[in-house]
């Protein structure tokens, strides 16, 4: 780490306080962004293979001069009638299957599953939910307490219940899809049991957190049907597979066949400015704010309504989907390739601009390497990628670039991967 | 209203669902904005004596080109090092007495305040919380079960006490302070006895919400011991008077006299941007990061600081909180004059760019002009100056401009309101 580093890391200590968090063992310390690359300060350029913030690139300039423009023009709240937050939730919905024609704008993907929750209490009268045993929702006191990745000191979370996340690399016997629909039933029932009720089921349906399982086409049907004869919602939440990382679709819900009752939205919606969502049909929308008063002061402001527009016109006009499906497919296909190189990769999993590989120790017992991926991440930032690790032994790479990552940019990333595999031994 | 108003409000109701709350009886359908004034769509220029999210101005140039200058060269969250967060969080946190000295930064006022319960739960290792009775701390779930102003159809607050707002047109006998004191101590006392024990007192110092009562000078140093004797924190939330907005301090607690445990910051932080912070001791930050893990994937980015710098920049250079205290004073004192004039006029009331006037329909029993109030904000807003109301009983002409409200601004306030008085029949 350089001295200025340092500095700037001891100056932060001091007035940020600590744990906060940061990747590797030594910090990158950035500078400039554009497309997939970032700067650090000194001079040293990155793939970026990892930041899905910026969704449509780093610093897109469309995204930039609509946010630039506008907020030279008018940024205020909801409380006055503006063309920007109808146009863009106009756009958005369109997105959506019917009958998710509602959306509510707010500032982060956090807040967004906040609202959702009461959403799911407005619609049942009841507050238990059901999510993984490997997820993670966002950070207000309501959803933080759903993540058993984000553990507190005090534990209160009678309502909470956690069915195991989705393992195709280790499946269950039998039908994947049924065996998840019998655990959340499982629960439904304790849940019902309880003072609580079953009020929601709360997923990402690309289960990013749980390592992105490959699910088959279908997974989630005998789930839906099990929340909803137990008179509780489906909540999607789409921070991840959103705004069509996955390629194939806009959503992730949509790929699985499944139409929820709520959808979240957050990171990607603003290429990094905070502008998140709620999406739902018109009957929950009606008894959510009939069941609660809710405003936020900057949520659907001029300024985040522009910048979100732009995005969905980047992602539209520039054939971001298909890039995501042509560039994915393609690097997967190599990973693929580097599997029978490596024995390291256990399983090569993802979809779109969303995939990544188990490191084992040994393919027979599938035993995690996750020291093992630590000392390989630490290398690749070395040789200039940027990517982290993920799922339910946190040994699976999680490579997850922006829309704007190519073939050749696939290409940069497994042969350095193939060298790193090579040169770091196991 | 317009045709195109007309069409705009009927797509927003299809889109957004009801109860979005708008002011006026016929929304407002803003454009543009610049400074202390806003345009609606038909050209119509309105005086904004009310929105305190453009803090600086509407619009402001130079906050226009920080945040567009660095939303052009990077933007990415805060697990990579960059100097804007730590420029930001020194400047930021050297505006408050020690041993205020750290920073957490979070998106909206909401999350900020959400935060700090957390942080009084970890500090504390209890979760009762006391508010007044006619308070709003924000959205999220926790901080909306605060609100007695915000109601769910659920509720479930069992931690949560109310004291009565503190009321300086109708005093309670003997000190006023004192009696703020006894009331939070009674619950206490009556949280100690829970199961929930007592955790933080949380109340705007301005207290804004419930009709910025004229406190006496160390108003809340006998209420800071009680908290302190019993073992709990103070939470102020400064997002009402924050930012120098009452002109003879940065912070409202500062003018009190008094050093909170924790800060909350949010609306006009950003001039707009969905920025916002919690500022504490560096031990009580410990314990929270500590206690809970909290990472804020839009919280602390580089766009958001940059903003936010630069507002703080606007303020030192074009003296705005000089400005705040000398046009306030004027205004407030132009507005003492009116109630010479006009009987409804009961009392007047606030500090720096925050003030107003509880009208009555009689001086004697100081009975509320609830309904008159409403016909006189309709009325100013015909004749082109925009604010609201507030307080207990919702008959307090709220007059919040941004910093940039000049004594010809006041004028033309106080002159367009004394006509609507005269017009207005009670």
Redesign the interface.
Known sequence: MTSL?KS??A??D??????????YQE???????EGVW?WDHDGKKYLDCY?N??HVG??H?HV?KA??DQ?????????????G??DY??KL?ATFDDPL????L??????AN?VA??MA??VT?K?GIIVTNHTYHG????V?ALSTT?????G?SSHIRHVPAPDSYRPPEGDAGEYFAEQVKAKIAELEDSEHGFAALLIDPFFANEGFPDLPAGFLNATMKVVHDAGGILIADEVQPGFGRTGSHMWGHQYQGITPDVVTL??PMG?????AGVVTT?AI??E???????????G??P??CATALAVLEVIEQEGLMQQAADVGAYAKGRLQELAEKHSVIGDVRGRGMFFGAELVTDRTTKAPATDYILRVIEELRNRGILLNKIGIHYNTLKIRPNLQFTRDDADLLIDTLDQVLSDVQP
Chains 1, 2 share one sequence.
Do not use: Q, W
Not at 27 to 33: F, Q, T
């Open positions: 580093s700037l890391l100056r932060r001091a007035v940020l306080g600590p744990n906060m968090s940061t990747f910090p990158v310390h950035l500078v400039k962004g970032v930041n913030v910026p780093h610093c300039p930039v946010m630039s907020a030279a023009t008018l940024n205020t709240h909801t409380r006055y009638l503006h063309e937050i109808v939730a106009e919905t024609n509602t959306a509510l707010c500032c982060t993907g956090s807040e906040d929750l009461r209490e407005a009268g507050t950070n207000t006191t309501a933080s984000n553990p507190s000191k005090f209160k957050g990171k290429n990094g400015h905070p502008v018109a929308m009606h959510f704010r009939t069941a609660f008063r809710y405003f936020n002061t900057f659907g402001n300024v985040s």
